[in-house]
Each structure stands twice: as structure tokens, then as C-alpha cells.
């Protein structure tokens, strides 16, 4: 039972009982100029004062009605905040919505909450759909789309990054491990501490551009499936990046929009959790539910202090924030210093 909802009725009615004793007494005060309030209060039922078999007896009246109509309210309060809550996570195709809300009380005896709800439903998952089909319309610049455009800036940003600098730290690392290998005695012992911490900060960096270069070069899902795409990888990350990756991904059949959608948003999260999480495991998770579409990713990291992503300096979560948006979907993330970080993103789906 909602115990609230029980709280405020019981006061509301305690309050009504009193105000209407108030003003019978005052009607009868002033029918009766020989009955006072003094009198009233000086009288005497069973031995106990009258005043307070009154006030017992609206105490009990107030506790007893308001118990009573908590408990027929409860039934359809939690189920609309069950709908409710559903409709928040975009979980348009929810069974639930399939149950009539129990209409046998005297404040809905034709439905009309329910039907309501069913109509606030459709017109959410209408425009989910609108939304997700005016996403996918390319936009032209020129004779080329943006994505276009985009994806060819990045290939060359990663083929640039790649050839120079990314050899230039491998180089680095190569050299000052063959220097802290070969046991230089000309070496002093904080000179060696120095040229360890150099080449800690050349593991990190080169660690940074690995994710880097994952997040930049586009891997077309081309004839994969989303699936496929996603495994391949994870695969490709789980050979370079000294990290524990298990994944479970269910088949999907999407439109080819949203799967493509749906893989920038994981690269860009990969590419999130390599550069900034400190995690030594990473869990990637697919599902594909009637009418929607999950993604979860769970990582041990470091974590971090979770606000406002309008907010938040991560360009990251707020670029994969924008996806989901723009998809209909619901996108949130939970983290916390020290306890890793759970991203999970629902997208609603015709079929």
C-alpha cells in the first residue's frame, strides 16, 4: 500500500470531520442560546469526557475511511506508475500495456486512464518512428552527404595519426626498452627511474592512440549484421589492448541506419572506457526484446562522479547521448569513483 497516499488522505479527512463538527456545533450553539461551549466541554459520557469520545470517534472514522480508500486506490496508482515508468525508459511494447488498468472503482468507471495512457503510448511510439526516419535521411552538402564527408575526414585523421605519430611512439618504446634492458651500468639509478617513467608515459600515450584510431577509422558494417560487426570488433580490440573483453550479443535485424547507429555509439563507448576508464574488463552486452533494442556495457574502471551529460566536459558521452536521441531512444549511464561504470541504452523498434 502506498503509505503517502494513506498519510494525506487521512489528514484530509481528519480536517473535514473537524471542520463540519465546527459548524454543526456552531448551528446548534446558535439554535440553543442555553447550549454553550463551555457546557459541551464539561460533559460527561460513560465517565469520560464527551470531547474526547468525539475526538476518538473521528480519529477512528478518519484512519478507517482513509485505510479503506488507500487500499482501492493503490491497485491502479501503481499500475499507471508502472505504465508511466515504462513509457519513461521507452519501453513502448511493453507487455504491460497490453493489461486493462481494473476499472471498478468510482473514479474511473469508463476507463478513461487507461485509454489515455494508450493513446499517450502510440503517440510516443509514433514518434519514435518519425524520429528515427528523419535521422536517416542523408544530408547533402553538395553533391556528398555529411556522414560522407565525416567518414573520409576521419580515415584521413587515422591514416595521419597511424603513420606518423603512432610509429614515432612505438619507436620511442622500442629504443628505451632496449636502453632499461641492456643494464647500463653508465646509467644512475634516477636516471633509470626517469627513463621507466618516460616509458610508462609512452605506454599510456601509445595505449590513448590505439583508442583513438578505434573511435576514427570507420569499420563498415557493409553485408555484417550488427552482430558481426560488433564481434569483429571486440576481437580487434581484445588483440591489442591488455584488457579482459566477454561479450553476449543476440541477431539482429535492423534497419541498416540504425544498426549503423547503434556501432558508432559502442565504438564511440570503446573508445571512452580505453582512454579514460582504467579497466581491466569490459562486458558488452546485446539484446534484442518485441519492440526494442538494448546495449550494455560494464567496465571495472575508475569511475567518475555522474551529473548533468549536458553538462559534463566528456564530448564522448554527450556525442553518444545526441545517437540515442536522435533515435527515440533512452540513454543512461551509472558510475560511481571507484566502482566502474554500466552504460545502458534502449532504442524502441517497429516488429
Known amino acids: 500500500m502506498n503509505y503517502q497516499l494513506w498519510w494525506r488522505l487521512f489528514i484530509s479527512g481528519f ?29 460527561e459520557l460513560w465517565g469520560f469526557p464527551f470531547s474526547l469520545i468525539v475526538f476518538t470517534i473521528m480519529l477512528v472514522v478518519s484512519l478507517l475511511s482513509s485505510f479503506l480508500f488507500a487500499i482501492a486506490l493503490n ?34 468507471v469508463d476507463e478513461g486512464i487507461d485509454w489515455d495512457i494508450r493513446q499517450l503510448r502510440n503517440r510516443f511510439e509514433q514518434l519514435t518512428m518519425d524520429l528515427q526516419e528523419f535521422s536517416a535521411a542523408p544530408t547533402f552538402v553538395g553533391e556528398e552527404t555529411k556522414e560522407e564527408i565525416i567518414e573520409e575526414e576521419r580515415r584521413r585523421i587515422a591514416r595521419e595519426l597511424h603513420d606518423s605519430v603512432s610509429q614515432q611512439l612505438f619507436a620511442s618504446s622500442m629504443m628505451l626498452s632496449a636502453l632499461l634492458e641492456g643494464k647500463n651500468d653508465a646509467l644512475s639509478p634516477e636516471v633509470q627511474r626517469i627513463l621507466e617513467r618516460i616509458d610508462t608515459v609512452i605506454g599510456n600515450a601509445q595505449t590513448e592512440m590505439r583508442a583513438l584510431l578505434l573511435h576514427l577509422r570507420p569499420i563498415e558494417l ?3 549484421s550488427l552482430k558481426e560487426g560488433i564481434i569483429y570488433l571486440l576481437r580487434e580490440m581484445d588483440s591489442k589492448i591488455p584488457m579482459t573483453i566477454v561479450w553476449d550479443l543476440d541477431e539482429t535485424h535492423l ?36 519492440g526494442s533494442v538494448a546495449l550494455k556495457l560494464i567496465d571495472n574502471g575508475k569511475g567518475f562522479m555522474v551529473g548533468d551529460i549536458s553538462q ?24 560511481q569513483p571507484g566502482e566502474g561504470t554500466i552504460i545502458d541504452i534502449l532504442i524502441p523498434v517497429e516488429g
Open 222 to 224: 557493409e553485408e555484417s
Open 312 to 335: 559534463m566536459s566528456s564530448y564522448g558521452l554527450r556525442n553518444m547521448e545526441e545517437r540515442v536521441s536522435s533515435m527515440g531512444g533512452n540513454f543512461r549511464v551509472q558510475s
Open 15 to 43: 480536517l473535514s470531520l473537524s471542520g463540519l463538527l465546527l459548524i454543526i456545533l456552531s448551528l446548534w450553539i446558535n439554535a440553543l442560546p442555553e447550549v454553550t461551549y463551555d457546557l459541551l466541554l464539561g460533559l
Open 75 to 108: 491497485e491502479p496508482f501503481e499500475a499507471v506508475k508502472a505504465r508511466l515508468n515504462w513509457l519513461i525508459l521507452g519501453e513502448y511494447r511493453h507487455p504491460i500495456f497490453d493489461k486493462k488498468i481494473s476499472h471498478q472503482h468510482w473514479y474511473d
Open 255 to 290: 534497419e541498416s541506419d540504425m544498426e549503423d547507429h547503434l556501432f558508432r555509439i559502442l565504438q564511440e563507448a570503446l573508445s571512452n572506457t580505453l582512454r579514460h576508464a582504467e579497466a581491466t574488463r569490459l562486458e558488452v552486452y546485446l539484446r534484442r526484446e518485441p
